[in-house]
């Protein structure tokens, strides 16, 4: 996610007992499958499912309670438990923006230990029905969690399908105090768009909502006469019904986690082009801003290679720039589909290529290499600022290292307000820090293991972790295996310190006394 210009140039529903939390915290730290672990979770409020085998019974695991969160210390109650998802498959009835709507979640999943229940994230709207293979089951919200008890208990190792019907509510959105501002459904005129970074994918649809959590996802929206829907990946299907209203199918083509999730709804016009190698570019623009946004859009294909250069092959089968026409305050790197203000493409070119090279990087780091926990979010933004960084200076903006320089002498003061880079509470997650902080981080470890093993620690980071998820100390682990040198040493202060350490090959750089 693009944060605003800096000044720099250029409620939980239970609490999870102690034991339980310090063992799915360690898991956590050591990266172990935490997934797993609902039965730590199994309190005095978890009733036992109906039918459930008693203790010691001989037929297998006794079913007990899938977690109601993974153990990210930051967001506890962040994805669920006892289960992997497999695909989502998305219905929505899409009548007029602010309306609420018809809409339906089913939910092909693996039971990873023998389930009593389990939990959905799934934040408002009206529930309406659950079932579990085709059998009605109980189901009952607690905050953001949809607790639901299936008929029978499901054995480890199962594949089962929850369908979940309800009434989506257009409406809701909910406000951080950081870069993310305004997020969830964010209505537009004729229709909407949906930013679910960090947990707003919940007010869209039940889910596994985690960014270390993917799975493929199915979209079919319906949407009235004239009105057009897009959603991440390939255009499947559509269908004209008597009445008039188009089903529109999309599919999401590779895992996606639910915070990455794009779906949009208004009168576009599609322009395809082409990338590197034929790579499908394909823009969605609101009707009246094609031609004012043709300009900066057109440059992805150039964005494109200068990352393919530096990062390798863009990691997805296709990509585009959804033009949101509202007064949303940030782009979002939604996957294949980044959305960017309209206002961010009618300025001036080089805050226009910033953004856009900035969206364009996650994909290779926030998307393809996925953060294994919300601490972790300085790999995802930081390489996006320092790539965007990089570019504008190549390209008519400020100088790299001036701003740099710049930002190594707020660091300090950054560290005291915000955290260091991998040490954010859930409120600063989405400040400075993660920006031009995380950026200034890379910039050092370029500045000690030199351009060309900083360019090969960059390309097999990207490449190693392409799909899946990875943290902290996968990245120094990554590092120091091929600069051939262990970087823990280095890298560490400059991540978890109090203080920001010297920055290598400029003794004369200097930081801020910390102001309370």
């Known amino acids: 996610m693009k944060a605003p210009v800096t000044s720099a140039p250029a409620g939980h529903r239970r609490v999870v007992r102690t034991l339980a939390g310090a063992v799915v915290l360690a898991l956590a730290l050591t990266g172990a499958a935490v997934v797993t672990v609902g039965t730590l979770f199994a309190g005095p409020g978890r009733r036992p499912a109906p039918g459930a085998p008693a203790t010691g019974a001989a037929a297998g695991p006794v079913p007990s309670p899938g977690a109601p969160g993974i153990g990210d210390p930051l967001m506890p109650l962040a994805g669920n438990g006892g289960y992997t998802v497999r695909r989502y498959t998305l219905d929505f009835d899409w009548r007029a923006p602010r309306?609420?709507?018809?809409?339906?979640?089913?939910?092909?999943?693996?039971?990873?230990?023998?389930?009593?229940?389990?939990?959905?994230?799934?934040?408002?709207?009206?529930?309406?029905?659950?079932?579990?293979d085709g059998t009605p089951a109980a189901a009952e919200r607690h905050g953001d969690e949809l607790v639901v008890t299936p008929a029978k208990p499901i054995p480890r190792g199962h594949a089962f399908t929850v369908r979940v019907a309800y009434t989506a509510d257009p409406t809701q959105?909910?406000?951080?105090?950081?870069?993310?501002?305004?997020?969830?459904?964010?209505?537009?005129?004729?229709?909407?768009?949906?930013?679910?970074?960090?947990?707003?994918?919940?007010?869209?649809?039940?889910?596994?909502?985690?960014?270390?959590?993917?799975?493929?996802?199915?979209?079919?929206?319906?949407?009235?006469?004239?009105?057009?829907?897009?959603?991440?990946?390939?255009l499947v299907d559509t269908e004209r019904h008597p009445d008039g209203r188009t089903r529109w199918t999309y599919d999401s083509e590779q895992p996606i986690a639910a915070q990455l999730v794009q779906l949009a709804i208004g009168r576009f016009t599609f322009v395809d082009s082409e990338g590197p190698r034929g790579l499908p570019v394909r823009d969605v623009v609101p009707d009246g801003l094609v031609a004012d946004t043709e300009e900066y859009r057109s440059l992805t294909p150039d964005h494109l290679a200068w990352l393919e250069q530096r990062l390798g092959p863009y990691p997805f089968h296709r990509y585009g720039v959804l033009v949101g026409d509202t007064d949303l305050p940030v782009a979002l790197e939604t996957q294949s589909l980044a959305v960017v203000p309209r206002d961010d493409l009618l300025g001036d070119r080089v805050d226009a290529e910033r953004n856009l090279v900035h969206e364009l990087t996650h994909h290779w780091t926030g998307d393809s290499v996925a953060i294994r926990r919300w601490s972790d979010l300085w790999l995802s933004e930081g390489h996006a600022r320092y790539y965007e960084r990089l570019y504008s200076a190549e390209h008519g903006g400020a100088d790299l290292e001036s701003v740099m320089r710049a930002a190594y002498e707020q660091h300090d003061q950054w560290r005291h307000d915000e955290g260091a880079p991998a040490e954010p509470t859930d409120a600063t997650l989405f400040k400075v820090m993660r920006y031009d902080g995380s950026a200034l981080v890379l910039f050092a470890l370029r500045e000690k293991v030199g351009e060309e093993t900083f360019g090969r620690i960059e390309r097999a980071w990207v490449s190693a972790y392409r799909g899946r998820a990875a943290g902290t100390r996968d990245f120094i682990a990554l590092a120091s295996r091929v600069a051939g040198e262990d970087l823990g040493p280095f890298l560490n202060p400059w991540l978890y310190g109090a203080h920001t350490p010297p920055m290598p090959g400029h003794p004369d750089w200097r930081v801020d006394p910390v102001e309370d």
């Open 99 to 132: 309306t609420p709507f018809e809409a339906g979640a089913t939910i092909s999943a693996t039971a990873t230990q023998a389930l009593s229940r389990f939990d959905l994230d799934f934040a408002g709207n009206t529930l309406h029905r659950v079932t579990v």
């Open 173 to 234: 959105g909910r406000h951080r105090d950081d870069a993310i501002q305004d997020y969830g459904w964010v209505p537009t005129s004729d229709g909407t768009v949906v930013c679910a970074q960090p947990d707003g994918a919940r007010m869209i649809f039940p889910a596994n909502d985690h960014p270390s959590l993917r799975a493929p996802i199915t979209f079919r929206v319906t949407t009235p006469p004239g009105l057009s829907a897009v959603a991440n990946g390939r």
